[in-house]
């Protein structure tokens, strides 16, 4: 089993960035798809960002695409979420995720979760 552990999130002014990063441990960190989702007050959890094993591929929600970049490095056990342009609506509890198997886009082929990191974005 892999654990997660997220850092990065903050307060930031509409318009600025935030990078958040999530360290794992546990097991091989090449053998998992990443992803990072995020959970807004009253809001059901929705996927953000996902990269592939090799990070070769990556897919983003329509409502970040050219704003955040999702990265990972293998030799450093994390993977990244540049988020820029941010906006009000981004404030949520960002959540890092791996997947051992299944469709790295795929929100149900995430299994281990860590406990999440505030992003608070103001007007």
């Known amino acids: 089993q892999v654990q997660l552990v997220e850092s990065g999130g903050g307060m930031v002014q509409a318009g600025g960035s935030l990078r958040l990063s999530c360290a794992a441990s546990g097991r091989t960190f090449s053998n998992y798809a990443m992803g990072w989702f995020r959970q807004a007050p009253g809001k059901e959890r929705e996927l953000v960002a996902t990269?592939?094993?090799?990070?070769?591929?990556?897919y983003y929600a329509d409502s970040v695409k050219g704003r955040f970049t999702i990265s990972r490095s293998n030799a450093k056990n994390t993977v990244y979420l540049q988020m820029n342009s941010l906006k009000p609506e981004d404030t949520a509890v960002y959540y890092c995720?791996?997947?051992?198997?299944?469709?790295?886009?795929?929100?149900?082929?995430?299994?281990?979760w860590g406990q999440g990191t505030q992003v608070t974005v103001s007007s």
């Open positions: 990269i592939s094993w090799s990070g070769g591929n990556t």
């Open positions: 995720a791996a997947a051992r198997s299944g469709t790295y886009y795929v929100t149900s082929s995430y299994k281990y």
